[in-house]
């Protein structure tokens, strides 16, 4: 089994630059020169920001937050669910 | 070229076709729409092809061992896609993405014009592999007065084919907004189901929940077509072209420096230099079209049309669009005009794009300037930075690519332009822009 992580996921559509999540999630998210979220470390959310985490994904205003739970071999599953991979990586369009 | 009669055993049997194998073997056509052939009706196409020998699962697998990626410019592996979909239960539906939206490609309505019905046996295919009932053709709507009639073209294959009972699974024609985007799979999906045609957030992937809500398979025309050869030939005779890693040939779209505009197809690996004039009246190359990278002219005559070869010099192979740019036009004025086409492409959907892009495209369009420069190039880089990976599709992601190729190529006239210079004699636009203006309710 590998191992689980969780990841804070941004649905950039949704979002609306409320910057909610930069002031309950400082350590993980900073905002851009427009007031979007720039989210650390690929999303990957350490045990000890669980709770500010979680209080981020029901504190935004637009719900455009989520957490992602995968095994940490899934890279780049901030961008969301994809076809099960041997590469892992390849995102998919026609 | 006579039927194809398959002799199990041989890698390419006689009879079977070599290159050209999706186009007529009048090796290039002329993509000035009207001067496009006629293309075959389905007796004689029936005549030339023969009927599948491969079908169903015994397709998925031999288009596995073809190696055969998707043609709309991302490369995903099509057996992957089709195992996904097959496995997603009842209800399935699957799209022939004919919405070609990049202004410098016209492979796709190439195809449809000249070989309707090896695209359409390609859309039966895949609908039988993985057990659709439900078929859509999305074509781009085009608004050009000369332009290709592909929706009367298609409704009268599609009928020939209903006339002569060849297909298990009726095809709805659907005719997509003219706008760059309209073609990513998500954005499509989107239109069928009612709606503009926008990109979706990626979080529920349209192989699980697509059109109606119900797994769907999108895969380019040019897929399709592969599809059909594939299951007549199979998988070791579509590798008998094409290398290890990027088996197969592709459709490519050539503009020549005399602007002239061609469809080749050409087996992945091919020299640039084979499929496109690079002498001394060259400067640059783009590839991948507008969501690739240029390439200097010196590094183009070494490099092979592949993602191994383009990808480590910033470009990708994408969907086949070569455009050589002559010494004569300035280089950084034709990203910048493109640049700014793209920026009102977008969505305006995910703020690093709506916000970033006409940035990016005005800071450009400082640079296109012969004058000195301010703070736009450190600008540019820092917001190739900030866009890059943060929208909803690969918009961001691709302009990006575009810009940065543009200033690391161009660089030598980028400083001539700081000093007030230019090396440009003419200021014509070389490279194509959507035909008509942006406008909200085109996404309709």
């Known amino acids: 089994m590998p191992h689980e992580i969780t990841r804070l996921r941004v649905d950039r559509i949704a979002c609306t630059g409320h910057g909610v999540c930069a002031e309950l999630l400082p350590e993980l998210v900073t905002l851009d020169e427009w007031g979007y979220p720039l989210v650390a470390e690929n999303g990957v959310i350490p045990a000890r920001l669980a709770r500010a985490a979680r209080r981020a994904v029901t504190g935004c205003p637009a719900l455009a937050l989520s957490l992602a739970s995968g095994p940490a071999t899934l890279r780049g599953s901030s961008e969301g669910a994809q076809i099960p991979s041997r590469a892992g990586s390849t995102r998919l369009r026609t | 070229m006579t039927p194809g009669r398959v002799r199990p055993g041989h890698a390419t049997p006689p009879g079977e076709p070599g290159l050209p194998r999706l186009l007529p073997p009048a090796a290039d056509l002329a993509a000035d729409d009207t001067g496009l052939p006629p293309g075959l009706d389905l007796a004689a196409h029936l005549r030339r092809r023969g009927l599948p020998r491969f079908r169903g699962s ?20 099509v057996a992957r896609k089709l195992t996904a979909v097959a496995a997603g239960g009842r209800g399935i539906v699957v799209v022939a993405n004919a919405a070609e939206g990049e202004p410098a490609s016209s492979k796709d309505a190439a195809l449809l014009w000249y070989a309707p019905h090896l695209v359409l046996d390609g859309l039966q295919a895949a609908a039988e592999a993985v057990g659709a009932r439900t078929a859509y053709l999305g074509l781009h709507a085009r608004r050009e007065p000369r332009g290709l009639d592909l929706a009367a073209h298609l409704t009268a294959a599609l009928a020939s084919r209903a006339a ?18 309209a073609g990513e799979e998500s954005a499509l999906v989107a239109f069928i189901n009612g709606g503009p045609a926008r990109p979706a957030d990626k979080a529920r992937r349209v192989f699980e929940r697509g059109i109606g809500g119900r797994p769907t398979l999108v895969q380019n025309v040019e897929t399709l077509a592969h599809l059909a050869l594939i299951a007549r030939y199979g998988g070791e005779w579509f590798r008998t072209v094409g290398t290890a890693d990027e088996p197969g040939s592709m459709l490519c779209t050539i503009r020549d420096p005399d602007g002239r505009v061609r469809i080749v197809e050409a087996a992945l690996g091919t020299p640039l230099h084979r499929l496109l004039p690079l002498g001394d009246d060259v400067q640059a190359v ?47 004025a034709e990203t910048a005009r493109v640049a700014r086409s793209l920026a009102l492409e977008s969505a305006g959907q995910c703020g690093p794009c709506f916000n970033g892009l006409p940035a990016i495209a005005s800071a450009l369009a400082a640079v296109a300037q012969p004058r000195p420069a301010g703070r736009e190039l450190a600008d540019l880089h820092r917001w ?29 006239e980028t400083a001539l332009h700081a000093r007030g210079g230019c090396s440009a004699i003419r200021r014509d636009q070389f490279l194509p822009l959507p035909a008509a203006p942006v406008t909200e309710s085109d996404w309709r």
Request: net charge neutral.
């Open chain 2, 58 to 77: 015994a397709l998925i697998e031999q288009a596995a061992a073809a190696g055969l990626t998707g043609r709309g410019g991302a490369a995903f592996s």
């Open chain 2, 164 to 181: 002569a009972g060849t297909d298990r699974v009726a095809v709805e024609l659907v005719e997509t907004p003219p706008r760059f985007l």
């Open chain 2, 384 to 412: 190739a930075g900030l866009v890059t990976g943060r929208g909803a599709c690969h918009h961001p992601d691709g302009t990006v690519r575009f810009v940065a190729s543009a200033l690391e190529v161009f660089a030598a």
């Open chain 2, 286 to 332: 783009l590839a991948g079209g507008y969501h690739g990278g240029w390439l200097h002219v010196a590094d183009a005559r070494r490099l092979t049309l592949s993602n191994a070869d383009l990808r480590p010099a910033g470009a990708i192979v994408g969907a086949g669009v070569l455009a050589a740019l002559p010494a004569a036009h300035c280089g950084l």
